[in-house]
């Protein structure tokens, strides 16, 4: 008799035991702090201070171009865009510098062929025009703000050659690896 209380009493203990733990276990879930790369709670953002960072001052002519992220990556934005933005239908200054007959007298890069091409049809874009797709520039090119990265970037671009770094020749191999039916039939 005496034994079997013992054994139902150590039971309970390991019962116990085994609640308590995975009590405490669910207590210790990752807390609305921990789960973002803020560390502000989710619900209350009067602790919440933003880092202080400034985009590039200098205006378009006196900047420093960046190396492409990757090959035939979209460039950042190395001018201060102040009074550029926003682009409208009537209002596209940047075309007003990046346009090819233009760009070199400004040292500018021009806009390269691609931005000519209609992709969805297939076809040139609109004589001497840019394709509509490509007209809202800062859908894809954008400036570079001094923030520190809040998380580390181990990626490192691989460039077929030198010149890629700063150029691209996007449109020149657009079809490399895709095999072109209308020339198999010879
Ligand atoms: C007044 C002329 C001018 C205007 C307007 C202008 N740019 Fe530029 N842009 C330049 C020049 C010049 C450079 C080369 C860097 C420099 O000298 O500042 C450049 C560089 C760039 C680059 C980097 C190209 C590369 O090869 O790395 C991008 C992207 C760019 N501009 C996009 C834009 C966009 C988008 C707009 C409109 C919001 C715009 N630019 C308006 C003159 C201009
Ligand atoms: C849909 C995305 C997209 C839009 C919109 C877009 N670009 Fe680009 N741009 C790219 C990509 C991707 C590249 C690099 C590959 C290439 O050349 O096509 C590029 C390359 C460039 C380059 C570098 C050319 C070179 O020879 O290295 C310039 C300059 C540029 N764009 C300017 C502009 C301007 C100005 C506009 C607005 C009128 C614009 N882009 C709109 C995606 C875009």
New binding site residues.
């Given amino acids: 008799m005496k034994m079997r209380v013992g054994m139902l009493a150590v039971l309970v203990l390991v019962g116990l035991l085994y609640a308590v733990k995975h009590h405490s276990k669910h207590e210790s879930l990752v807390s609305d702090t921990q789960i973002g790369l803020r560390k502000a709670p989710l619900e209350d953002e009067r602790d919440l201070r933003l880092h202080s960072y400034e985009y590039h001052k200098l205006p378009p002519g006196e900047s420093k171009r960046f190396e492409r992220a990757y090959e035939?990556?979209?460039?950042m934005i190395p001018h201060d865009v102040t009074g550029l933005l926003p682009i409208t239908k009537d209002n596209?200054q940047?075309?007003g510098c990046?346009m090819p007959d233009v760009a070199s007298t400004v040292g500018?890069?021009?806009?390269?062929?691609?931005?000519f091409f209609d992709f969805r049809h297939n076809r040139p874009a609109k004589e001497g025009s840019?394709s509509d797709?490509?007209?809202?520039?800062t859908?894809?090119?954008a400036p570079q703000a001094n923030a520190k990265p809040l998380v580390k970037n181990n990626f490192k671009p691989v460039f077929s050659n030198k010149a890629l770094e700063?150029?691209?020749?996007?449109?020149d191999v657009v079809d490399v690896g895709v095999k072109d039916l209308t020339k198999t039939k010879e």
């Avoid at 500018?108 to 931005?115: F, I, W």
Wanted: hydrophobic share 30%.
């Fill in positions: 035939n990556a979209p460039p596209n940047c075309l990046h500018a890069t021009p806009v390269p062929k691609s931005h840019i797709a490509r007209f809202n520039c859908q894809c090119h700063f150029r691209s020749d996007f449109m």
